[in-house]
Nanobody, 125 residues
Framework: QVQVTESGGGSVEAGGSLRLSCTASDGIWAGDCIGWFRQNSAHERERVASIYLGGGNTDYAESVKDRFTIGEDVVSNTVYLQMDNLKPEDTAIYYC??????????????????WGQGTQVTVSA
């Protein structure tokens, strides 16, 4: 069973930054898609950013465009989510998920087969 692991969550004040990282026990390879999702008490799990590895195509939710950046760290074989200018409404549990085979950055949530346990991000006003 593939294990996906997130790291880098924490607490910051509004306007601050955090960087989340995602790894997979079988590696992250060209042709995979990695998505970052979040969920809190007010909203269902939503995709905030995703990337198609190898092509570099990305997609972002409107609420995080120009503040969040998803990318691949080839050296460490991880995918990161750089979150800048954080807002209190970004507070949520953030999940990393991996999709393989015929995926794209706009693939629906059901396409992602492997999920991490989540990492908490808390932004105070």
């Amino acid at each position: 069973q593939v294990q996906v692991t997130e790291s880098g969550g924490g607490s910051v004040e509004a306007g601050g930054s955090l960087r989340l990282s995602c790894t997979a026990s079988d590696g992250i390879w060209a042709g995979d898609c990695i998505g970052w999702f979040r969920q809190n008490s007010a909203h269902e799990r939503e995709r905030v950013a995703s990337i198609y590895l190898g092509g570099g195509n990305t997609d972002y939710a409107e609420s995080v465009k120009d503040r969040f950046t998803i990318g691949e760290d080839v050296v460490s074989n991880t995918v990161y989510l750089q979150m800048d200018n954080l807002k209190p409404e970004d507070t949520a549990i953030y999940y990393c998920a991996k999709a393989t085979a015929w995926c794209s950055p706009v693939s629906p949530r059901e396409k992602y087969k492997y999920w991490g346990q989540g990492t908490q991000v808390t932004v105070s006003a």
